[in-house]
């Protein structure tokens, strides 16, 4: 009987996203803003009617990949080697700014006498929660703007994968002072063997596609063949080299992005993301959230702590993205990109509340930054890029077509 319940959930869930999603923007907010306050609205924090489940947790994962799929295939390769150097220092600030700012921050809140002690080492742990990006928002916002394809977009990311790496090793030392059977050098070594990995079976790859391309253009086999791949790639950089699944699924959307049928690809990868998975993963994130074990010392903590993350990833990576010659506007835009947390930190948060650096309670600041960075990161991103004046007829044509076929 308890099967059923998840169709009830399902139904639920797809229904609620795609009206809050009309409802946000008919309010000119991008549509992901609507579909995160639909988790909320459904979710244990008010209406309670859909819980969050094993089942759902994995149609989000599934939902999350195949949008960083999707973004893969729509990369201008071109624009990617141009931004490359650029989004590696966008990254690296980002990192280091927001691990400086929360280790900072939780002494100036606990008290600076925790240095060489074990509560340094949370602190530290607190800094290595905010290095993670979570792009996947930024990615459907970019969508929505139809910017996903210029320099910016490529940039924003290129830096976010890079961040996520960078993220990694640093969480692996941060846990090395909690645990002695740790091994950041492992951790390099596996990171660059799998892009080593990703080159040479990414190479071969991309011929047999162009020769499966050219045999049978423009059918479904094609498709279907690079959904597996997707899979295929996510799952070996996830099991085989302990790299996040959704750095695995861009880099076959990179793979592919040059073939004649990428944009088909894109095309149907795009049907089942915006129909089912995409909601789902959308959703997931107002429905982790619970607010009855809240007190007022955490709260505070917490809105402290969203500021505090905010504020280094738009500072450090937009400060860095000026210097390498992006305009004022351009490079808020870089810093707000990145300024949002998803699926890394949570997964980050799991990690140290396993090996004891960091309490459950704080567990609340972490939902509370990736549902605020959440939805004002589009909101953000959509009054930036009006600034500047980039749309025209025929970009506003196409999204008022898309617009009517959605509704």
Sequence with gaps: MESYMILKDLAIIVIAAKFFGIVARKCKAPQV????????????????????????????????????????????????????????????????????????????????????????????????IMTATSVSITVQSLKELGKLKGKVGTTI???????????????????????????????????????????????????VFKWFDNRYPHTRRIPIAGLAYCFAMAFIAEY???????????????????????????EKMDINSYMLFGPIFFASIGLKTNIENINM??????????????????????????????????????????????????????????VGLMDPVYFTSVILLIIVSSISTPIILKMLYSKDGESNRDHAAFLYKKEREDD
Excluded: H
């Design 33 to 128: 803003v609507g579909e995160i306050i639909a988790g909320l609205l459904i979710g244990p924090c008010f209406l309670n009617v859909v819980v969050q489940s094993d089942f759902l947790t994995k149609m989000a994962e599934i939902g999350v990949i195949l949008l960083m799929f999707s973004a893969g295939l729509e990369t201008d390769l071109k624009e990617m080697k141009k931004t490359g150097l650029a989004a590696f220092f966008v990254a690296l600030a980002g990192v280091f700014v927001a691990l400086a700012g929360g280790t900072v921050y939780y002494l100036c809140y606990y008290g600076w006498s925790a240095v060489g002690t074990e509560q340094f080492y949370r602190a530290v742990f607190i800094g290595c």
């Design 157 to 207: 990311i290129s830096a976010a994968i890079i961040d996520d790496v960078i993220g990694i090793i640093v969480l692996t030392f941060v846990i090395g002072f909690k645990n002695p059977d740790s091994k950041p050098v492992s951790v390099i070594i596996s990171t660059i063997l799998f892009f080593v990995f990703a080159i040479v079976v990414g190479f071969i790859s991309y011929k």
């Design 240 to 266: 085989f080299f302990g790299i996040a699944d959704i750095t695995g699924a861009y880099l076959a959307g990179i793979i592919l992005c040059s073939i004649r049928d990428s944009e088909y690809i894109a």
């Design 297 to 354: 010392d955490i709260f505070l903590f917490s809105i402290g702590f969203v500021i505090v993350a905010l504020l280094c990833k738009i500072i450090g990576c937009g400060a860095v993205a000026k210097v390498c010659k992006f305009n004022l506007n351009d490079s808020a835009k870089i810093g707000v990109g990145m300024m949002t947390r998803g699926e890394v930190a949570l997964i980050v948060s799991q990690k140290g509340l396993s």
